[in-house]
């Protein structure tokens, strides 16, 4: 069992910045992924970015260049830097550790994105 506790959130004028934290505990394995998942209104939950335990990173197309994820393996941690926030970045945003026994989902984090 893995438990992820995510912080961060909130509100954010267009343009603006906001930063998501995620910490990871329980049976972490040493090969891994972290993911940033988000769900906006009346959409599908969709893969906003991913980190593996070997630092090698993926993005969406709509946030390549905007945000950044990055992990701290010692202490199960992953972040999300979320740059030049657009209305559209508005969502629930959805940590989940994934290994090979499963994954696992946060409970997640209303960002908003208004002016």
Not at 3 to 12: H, I, K, T, W, Y
């Amino acid at each position: 069992q893995v438990q992820l506790v995510e912080s961060g959130g909130g509100l954010a004028q267009p343009g603006g910045s906001l930063r998501l934290s995620c910490a990871a505990s329980g049976s972490i394995f040493r090969v891994n992924f972290m993911n940033w998942y988000r769900q906006g209104p009346g959409k599908q939950r969709e893969l906003v970015a991913r980190v593996t335990s070997g630092g090698v990173t993926n993005y969406a197309d709509s946030v390549q260049g905007r945000f950044i994820i990055s992990r701290d393996n010692a202490m199960n941690r992953v972040s999300l830097q979320m740059n030049s926030l657009k209305s559209e970045d508005t969502a629930v945003y959805y940590c989940m550790y994934q290994d090979w026994t499963g994954e696992w989902w946060g409970q997640g984090t209303q960002v908003t994105v208004s002016s």
